[in-house]
């Protein structure tokens, strides 16, 4: 997830998060009966949820948090295999381009790719 953005304090972030909530809520009651009593409660919540996303910076904003939800749940998947350039290509790709890195990442190739970038970065100045 983005660092410093205020998930609860935007509407359109806040609605999304009450809706799934709701839905996670929804899909863990097993009887009929307390899932039809839910839907008065459900309804309202993607209603509004729909209302604020019917706007192309609402909608942009869900996106942004369901691709960085996406990015965190690929990058817990690689890291699962055990590959740290996988999830580093993950969690932080403008990085992994910037380095040029590729397999088989070790310190030293780190080391020595940042020490290039940084040579690049102070010949331009």
Do not use: N, W
Not at 14 to 32: D, G, I, M
Not at 49 to 64: H, K, M, N, Q, W
């Amino acid at each position: 997830m983005r660092e410093g953005t205020d998930y609860l304090g935007t509407p359109v972030i806040a609605a999304y998060f009450e809706a799934r909530e709701h839905e996670a809520y929804y899909q863990a009651l097993k009887r009929v009966g307390p899932r039809r009593d839910f839907h008065k409660r459900l309804i309202p919540v993607l209603e509004r949820f729909i209302e604020l996303t019917d706007s192309p910076p609402g909608a942009a904003a869900v996106d942004r948090i369901m691709a960085d939800s996406l990015r965190v749940e690929q990058a817990a998947r690689a890291a699962a295999d055990g590959a740290p350039l996988q999830v580093a290509r993950v969690q932080h790709p403008e990085g992994i381009e910037l380095l040029g890195l590729s397999e088989p990442l070790t310190f030293d190739s780190l080391k020595s790719a940042y020490r290039s970038a940084l040579q690049k970065v102070h010949a331009s100045c």
